[in-house]
């Protein structure tokens, strides 16, 4: 289908694909056009060690580059593409193929990483052969490895514990948010929110369509939740779309409620659909940077509607030092509103950056898998003032890489740097962690880690709907199969969900006639 085969390059920009020459990302400082974070040397570049390293006039007299083996990018906890592709696929369409971000597939399950002690994160790094190394030869599967680097912050403490929120909820309420799993659900979202906050915490709502208004300043909790209720079941819709109006009031309203020692948050509510004033995202931002800046406040995107504005929403959160979700259903809108809320609303690093330094003697190329909207300049790692990522307590973030390793190699794979900010003193501070050729060995598939496949299957499943070539990549058919296999033995109803949402890809994918078989190129799958 169409779709499917519509993003057949995306994955290919994402740091590698074809066998050429890697771009001399080196000699501009900047990423090459197209590598997102990491580039993949040619298949029979030799080692060059640093004792051993050639000219730069003898790789650009036979038109070589040097290998670039740092992979950079900022963290990102958002969710909100798997989601509307749950959404999407059960309205009986096909996500496009811009809107898959296998990131955030990835990033919607749990992985069962070791947890730090304290502040800061744990760095976990394992993988896996694609196969048992008895399919084909080439750049087929059985010559690749899955890395996974796996990134976790301290469990999120009982609600009781964290720090009051102090919490600006601008809500869209124009004419396209009257269709149901819109308006209502944010309705329905905000009455669970006001029986789960804190007697402590403050919330305003500011409500926008051609224009916004406050509908409710900055307000405890305790003694209003039932005026707090009435406002929520005011909410009407109206006509346009003024994202910019909102937001813009938003963080004024968030400004003048600022509470020195809570989380203040800007929380916004849309299908991101913006038709009136300012509809780009970085132009809206820059309307309030300086509230950003100054008072550290925080932008959480919350999407909903069958036409949702995911991109958008993504560039606005993403600019504005936050994540995004997205909700379908009244469960899923609980499971954000409540069982996540203190990960939501706390923030335990600010600026948080990810750098994959692989070993040349082992690797002959890596493919990070999607960040390719994250991707940071190699030199930028320790650059303080470039953004990174947010992330709060209890968030898991996982970046997987396809890795073909040198035959015959032994010894470090890579090394994974993470860095951030502490989000009060702004001291910067890393943790690394480093992986060995023998822990990337044992079969991926029918292997004992569950949730390793249970992150395969879902990195395999965005790489489908974006048309991908990801090596050893199954079929729509057998993803689906694996990924019920995995809901049985990991008994999570998540993994369970992503199972029927294959599914239900599989059979639109047949229902067009699109044949889904491997490239035989790739291997037979383990």
């Known amino acids: 289908m169409a779709l499917l085969l519509a993003g057949g390059m995306l994955l290919t920009a994402c740091g590698g694909g074809s066998d050429g020459a890697t771009a001399d990302r080196k000699?501009?400082?900047?990423?090459?056009?197209?590598?997102?974070?990491?580039?993949?040397?040619?298949?029979?570049?030799?080692?060059?060690?640093?004792?051993?390293?050639?000219?730069?006039?003898?790789?650009?007299?036979?038109?070589?580059?040097?290998?670039?083996?740092?992979?950079?990018?900022?963290?990102?906890?958002?969710?909100?593409?798997y989601g509307y592709a749950r959404r999407t696929l059960g309205d009986g369409r096909l996500p496009a193929a811009e809107d898959v971000r296998p990131e955030e597939f990835v990033n919607s399950f749990r992985q069962g990483y070791e947890r730090p002690k304290g502040n800061g994160f744990s760095v976990n790094i394992d993988g896996a052969r694609i196969n048992s190394g008895n399919g084909g030869g080439g750049t087929g599967a059985s010559d690749w490895s899955l890395l996974?680097?796996?990134?976790?912050?301290?469990?999120?403490?009982?609600?009781?514990?964290?720090?009051?929120?102090?919490?600006?909820?601008?809500?869209?309420?124009?004419?396209?948010?009257?269709?149901?799993?819109?308006?209502?659900?944010?309705?329905?979202?905000?009455?669970?929110?006001?029986?789960?906050?804190?007697?402590?915490?403050?919330?305003?709502?500011?409500?926008?369509?051609?224009?916004?208004?406050?509908?409710?300043?900055?307000?405890r909790v305790k003694d209003n939740r039932n005026r707090i209720k009435d406002v929520v079941s005011e909410m009407q819709p109206a006509q346009s779309t003024n994202v910019e109006a909102g937001i813009k009031l938003g963080y004024e309203e968030s400004v003048e409620g600022h509470r020195e020692g809570a989380t203040n948050r800007v929380v916004l509510l849309s299908d991101a659909l913006a038709n009136t004033g300012e509809t780009e995202a970085e132009g809206i931002l820059k309307k309030i940077d300086s509230a950003r800046r100054e008072y550290g406040i925080t932008l959480f995107g919350v999407g909903v509607g069958s036409d949702y504005g995911d991109a958008f929403m993504e560039q606005l959160t993403n600019k504005g030092d936050g994540n995004t979700t997205y909700v379908g259903d009244e469960t899923q809108a609980r499971k954000v509103f409540v069982d996540q809320l203190p990960a939501h609303l706390e923030i335990r690093a600010r600026d948080a950056k990810a750098q994959v330094a692989f070993d040349r003697k082992t690797v002959q190329q890596f493919r990070l898998i999607g960040y390719e909207n994250r991707k940071v300049d190699d030199e930028d790692f320790r650059n303080d003032s470039v953004d990174g990522g947010e992330v709060g307590p209890g968030h898991t973030v996982t970046a997987l890489y396809a890795v073909r390793l040198r035959e015959g190699a032994s010894g470090t794979v890579a090394k994974a740097t993470v860095r951030w900010l502490d989000p009060k003193t702004r001291k910067a501070q890393e943790e690394t962690g480093t992986v060995t050729t023998g822990s990337v060995g044992a079969t991926l598939w029918g292997g004992e880690n569950d949730r390793l496949q249970v992150a395969a299957v879902a990195a395999y499943f965005a790489d489908r709907l974006r048309g991908g070539d990801l090596p050893g990549a199954p079929g729509l058919g057998e993803l689906a199969s694996r990924a019920s296999g995995l809901a049985e033995s990991t008994e999570d109803s998540a993994v369970e969900k992503l199972a029927t949402a294959i599914g239900q890809a599989d059979r639109l994918n047949r229902g067009a006639g699109t044949d889904d078989a491997p490239d035989p190129s790739e291997g037979e799958i383990g």
């Open 27 to 81: 000699s501009s400082g900047r990423n090459a056009p197209g590598v997102s974070g990491g580039g993949h040397p040619a298949p029979d570049a030799p080692a060059t060690g640093q004792g051993s390293r050639e000219s730069e006039a003898d790789r650009v007299r036979e038109g070589r580059a040097e290998p670039d083996y740092l992979s950079t990018f900022a963290l990102d906890v958002d969710t909100a593409s």
């Open 148 to 219: 996974r680097v796996g990134l976790a912050t301290e469990t999120a403490p009982p609600t009781s514990e964290r720090p009051p929120a102090a919490l600006t909820f601008v809500v869209d309420i124009s004419g396209s948010m009257a269709e149901t799993g819109r308006l209502d659900l944010v309705r329905k979202s905000l009455t669970i929110l006001a029986d789960e906050l804190r007697d402590d915490d403050s919330l305003s709502l500011v409500t926008f369509s051609d224009e916004a208004e406050t509908r409710l300043p900055m307000t």
